[in-house]
Structure formats: C-alpha cells, structure tokens
C-alpha cells in the first residue's frame, strides 16, 4: 500500500516531472498567462495521461517490441484527440483560448516518458497512480507559474481583480513581461533553484569541473 | 478441420509470442481500429454541441462587430427587433431573391452543385473554385437611406478557408468594419487577423479609386493611403488572401451586380 501511495506523491514534489526532469515546459509556457487556462491544460494532461497509462498497462503483455512506441503513440493521439473534442463541446471559449496546446499535449514528453517508462512494466493500479501523480506534479508547477504570472501580468486570479491596475483606476502596474513566454522561464527557474535548496538530493553532478590553477597567470 | 470461432482464434494470435510477425499485424491493425472507433465515436457525438457552440461564437461577433461601429449599434437599437434587415441575394443576378431569409438554409446551398456557379480560373482570385449562388446581406436603413451593408466574404487562406463579415458604409465604398468570423491561420502569425487590433484598422479604407477600379490592399509594413492596410508580420500570404477576398467579393463574381443594383436605387 505505501509502495503503490509512493507512485502517487513521489512525482508531485520528489520526482517532479517539470522542476527535476525538465519535461513539458513548452506547454508550461504557453499556458500559463493565466490560470484558468493553467488549470484546463493541467486537467487535460492528467486525464489523457491516466488513461493513456491505465491502456497501455492493461495490454502491455501483448504490445510486440519492434511496434510498441508507434503503439502507444497512435493511443495517446487517440485520447489528445477525444479530449479536445471534449473541450470543444462543453469549454468552447477556454478551446480558442488554449488553441493548439491541447493538440501538442501528443508532443508532450512527459505522457510518452510516463508509457514507456512505467506503464509498459507495471500493473494497471501503480500505472495509473503513477500517471495521476504525474500529471498533478505538472499541475501544481502549472498552477504555480500560471498564479504569479497573471497575479502580476494583470492583477487577477481566474479573473477577479487582486491588484487594481492602473487602467481600472487602481494603483498597480501590470509587468508586461509577465505576460510573454519568457517570463515563465524566469519562474520556473527560481522554482528549480528554491527546491533544490531545500532539498540538495535533487542537484545534479556537474558534468565538468572548473579546474583553478593558482600558479597560472594570465597572459 | 480448421478453428473458425473468432474468439479461440484470437486467444491464439494472443499466445503467439510478441516478436511473431503476425502477432505483430495483428495486435497494429487492432489498436488502429479501436482509436479510429474511440475518434470517430468522439467527432460524431459531440458535433451538434461544438456546432451549436460555433454558431453562438459567430453570432456574438457579429454582434460585436456591430458593436465597434459608431451609431449604427444605437441606430438598430432605436429602430427596434427588425433594425438588422437580411436579404437574401441572388448573385447570378444582382437582384434579392424572393426568399425568406429565416427560411433560407445556406449550408445546403452551399453543398447542393445545383445553387453553385464554378468560377473560371483566371477570375478565382479567391481560390475559392465555386460560390454559391444565394447568399444572406444584412442590411440596415434609416428612413430610405441606407446606412450600412454587411457582406459575407470568404477566401482560401495561407491553410485554411477564411470567412469574414466585411462591413459598407451607406456609399458603398467606404469600409465600416471587417471582422473575420471564421479562420484557422497559423496560430500567433496568420491567426492575428481576428484580432480586434489589426480588424479595427480597416473602418474609413476606401475600396475602390473614382474610376471604379477595387484598390484595397493589404501591404507589408505600414499603410500609406486609404487604400491600404497595414500587413501582419510573418502572414503575407493571409493578408494576400484578405485582400483577395476583398478583390473577389466586390467584383463581377462577387457582390459587385448588387451593388450596382442598390446603387441604380439610388441608395
């Protein structure tokens, strides 16, 4: 039971897809200009990864070698695809708002790293916690990233105002570059770098080191 | 004697083991035609609701295409349910045809060959290939005087069919607004031209020079004159298109005999 809970919680904080593993930024950064599509695309990501983990779990014992990325692509594709349409019908406006990301959640590498890495060797129950810790690993970053950046790109959460702006009469003015994809990177890595503070597990091994000569002048 | 039960035959292939060549086929063709099900399943359901969506989505610019141009939003108000008059026109002719509009159903029109007239090539600037020949204006008069026309136009874009509302003035010539109702444009570049931003620079462009001849044009860069609108950059080729539906739309093939029509009324 703790074994099968630990797939569920290791990814959110541990093991997060984003800050550690550096997967899905590209929709990180172009979702997040403001929460609302923040958490459309984090809903989104997580069901198509749950499904597509629990899937490809349940047939991984019959998924031939030589074929089996190209399988679990076409049913990523498939799920991407019905969850769009699903957006489509019931969340119209959010679907124009969100454009193509929803489409590009197939390009994501975090839902393939997820198939190919957990769901193809482990049992549906683990699969889909796996996939459900995942995805609300992204979430949270997402939610993170899309807060900051319309808190102080237009002074609302979900669209109330927090910060009266000055173009409402109010005081606050709205940093323009909060809203521009850049701005994501900036928080992102300030996130990165707080938790691996917290936690030095999570620092890399440099891949080089500096060498300092002390009797070495320079020219 | 040969296993023909389909499911003894399929726990077989499942025997098989994964490297077998038709196992391999097997279980590729299987997983095509449970995603293909699962998709088309998905489409088919949830249309009407996406279509009903899109309808209400065109609707509400419409609306707010009104909405931009000074007067003419207090002007239907004030003239109460019926402000907004729709005709239906045949373009064969120039003349309204004798059709009422909230029976008029544009989609079989348009998928009927009957009611569509090919265009010659040299003439299809739109590259639209064929248009139908009735199609819905909207109207808005004040007394006798006409104050407003709302043309549909559309034309094949950079990857995808554009559809637009293009707006007159009561002297026909004079653009009072353009507000594209329909486009899938790539996104961020070509997708901009629905942006209440770049549609707002076309209200006061003139459409055609005083010898008649239509000069609206979408430029690169900055506009100089009243005949140009400034181009979106990265979208040449879908502010070609916008152009070539303005080109296209007010011509012979276009709305251009109507025109002539409410013209010879004397407006």
């Known amino acids: ?219 | 004697m040969a296993e023909i039960n389909p499911l003894v035959l399929w726990r077989r292939i499942l025997a098989l083991p994964n490297e077998s060549r038709i196992k391999t086929l097997v279980i590729a063709f299987a997983v095509s035609a449970v995603c293909a099900l699962v998709v088309s399943a998905a489409s088919v359901l949830l249309s009407p609701l996406q279509e009903a969506n899109r309808a209400a989505a065109q609707e509400a610019r419409m609306q707010a295409m009104l909405e931009t141009m000074p007067g003419i939003a207090d002007l239907i108000a004030g003239l109460g349910g019926d402000g907004l008059e729709t005709v239906i026109v045949d373009l064969r002719t120039g003349e309204p045809a004798d059709i009422d509009p909230a029976t008029f159903d544009e989609a079989a029109v348009r998928a009927d060959p009957e009611t569509n007239t090919a265009i010659p090539g040299p003439q299809d600037i739109a590259g639209l290939g064929q248009r139908p020949d009735l199609l819905p204006v909207h109207l808005v008069r004040e007394g006798e005087t006409l104050r407003l026309v709302i043309l549909p136009v559309s034309v094949v874009g950079y990857q995808s069919t554009i559809r637009a509302h293009l707006a007159l003035q009561g002297d026909l010539n004079t653009v009072a607004a353009f507000s594209v109702i329909e486009q899938g444009e790539t996104p961020g570049l070509g997708a901009r031209i629905e942006e209440p931003a770049w549609e707002a620079l076309w209200p006061g462009k003139q459409i055609a020079d005083d010898d008649g001849e239509i000069r609206l044009t979408v430029v690169r860069g900055r506009a100089t004159d009243a005949y140009e609108i400034d181009g979106i950059t990265g979208a040449t080729r879908t502010g070609n298109a916008v152009a070539a539906a303005v080109q296209f739309w007010m011509g012979p093939y276009g709305f251009g005999p109507y025109l002539e029509t409410l013209r010879g009324e004397g407006i």
């Open chain 1, 1 to 219: 039971m703790r074994q099968a809970l630990r797939h569920l919680y290791g990814p959110i904080i541990d093991n997060n897809p984003v800050t550690l593993q550096i997967l899905g930024i590209c929709s990180a950064l172009a979702v997040t200009t403001s929460l609302s599509t923040a958490l459309v695309m984090c809903a989104a990501l997580t069901a198509v990864l749950v499904s597509g983990n629990i899937m490809i779990s349940a047939i991984r014992a019959h998924i031939p070698t030589t074929i089996r990325l190209i399988v679990q692509i076409t049913i990523i594709a498939s799920l991407v695809i019905v969850t769009d349409q699903i957006i489509q019908a019931f969340a119209f406006e959010m679907s124009e708002r969100l454009s193509i990301f929803v489409g590009l959640i197939v390009t994501n590498c975090l839902v393939l790293g997820r198939a190919e890495a957990f769901a193809m060797h482990n049992p549906v129950v683990p699969s889909a916690l796996d996939g459900l810790g995942n995805g609300l690993g992204y979430s949270l970053i997402l939610v993170i990233v899309g807060s900051i950046r319309e808190l102080f790109g237009a002074g609302t959460l979900l669209g109330f105002t927090i910060l009266p702006t000055i173009y409402g009469g109010g005081w606050f003015v709205p940093l323009n570059l909060m809203m521009l994809a850049p701005s994501a990177f900036f928080i992102l890595g300030l996130l990165i770098w707080t938790i691996r503070s917290i936690r030095p597990v999570q620092v890399e091994p440099a891949d080089f080191e500096i060498s300092i000569q002390p009797d070495r002048r320079a020219p």
